[in-house]
């Protein structure tokens, strides 16, 4: 089945920095990369996803960028702000209808 | 329009008990899937229903667990004979089939 790791487990950063999050998946026949944000207590909210047919997806300060040939996706935050303090996941999709499967996630911390 | 409904919010049980977790989709969305996330862990699948069928539950354990979805309801992910091991924060995500996939806040599952 998919298999997804994600990297780094935890990140601290500046406010106003930058923050990059990198996961890679095994099966080569998934086609939807989605990002979530999960914050304590919560259920994961869906900030950004892309499809297989598209390299990169802005959205204000976050992107999300997609190699196909070498099965790894990012997701980029400019700016950050202590709001964005949260657990980041990436997950991986083969086709509608199927199971999402997860990376392992990232503590996000934004020191002001 | 409502987000993923999801009860309780907390569930406490003794060893040995039953657990009922309660999932209403968003309005129009007939698909729903189960993931459990234990402490500082990822999300991990458990089942993917839609309304009456089980479509796959690679991810429930063979025995104690079963879930539901019937045509008139919420769904339900059902624990019988609870251990501490199915201590765990269980979450409900709902779509209408597409690829995005919306969480529920989650019930958190506390076997003493």
């Known amino acids: 089945g998919e298999n997804v790791e994600q990297h780094p487990s935890t990140l601290s950063v500046q406010e106003g920095d930058s923050a990059v999050i990198k996961c890679t998946y095994s099966?080569?026949?998934?086609?939807?990369f989605p990002w979530y944000k999960q914050e304590l207590g919560k259920g994961p909210q869906l900030i950004i996803d892309?499809?297989?047919?598209?390299g990169e997806k802005k959205d204000q300060r976050i992107a999300v960028t997609l190699n196909k040939t070498a099965k790894h996706f990012s997701l980029h935050i400019t700016e950050t702000q202590p709001e964005d303090s949260a657990v980041y996941f990436c997950?991986?999709?083969?086709?509608?209808?199927?199971?999402?499967?997860f990376g392992g996630g990232t503590r996000v911390l934004v020191k002001p | 329009n409502a987000g993923v409904m999801q009860n309780p919010r907390h569930l406490v049980r003794r060893r040995g008990q039953e657990a009922r977790l309660r999932c209403s989709p968003m309005?129009?969305?007939?698909?729903v899937y189960w993931y459990r996330q234990l402490p500082e862990e990822g999300l991990k699948f458990m089942v993917y229903?839609?309304?009456?069928?089980?479509?796959?539950e690679s991810g429930m354990p063979k025995e104690r667990f079963s879930a539901e979805f019937p045509k008139e309801g919420p769904s339900i992910l059902r624990i019988q004979q609870v251990v501490r091991g199915d201590s765990a924060a269980y979450f409900c995500?709902?779509?209408?089939?597409?690829?995005?996939?919306?969480f529920g806040s989650g019930t958190q599952l506390s076997v003493l």
């Open positions: 099966d080569s026949a998934s086609n939807y």
């Open positions: 995500a709902s779509s209408p089939g597409y690829e995005k996939l919306f």
């Open positions: 997950a991986a999709r083969k086709a509608a209808g199927n199971k999402l499967t």
């Open positions: 229903l839609q309304k009456e069928n089980i479509i796959d």
């Open positions: 892309i499809r297989s047919n598209v």
């Open positions: 309005k129009g969305h007939s698909h």
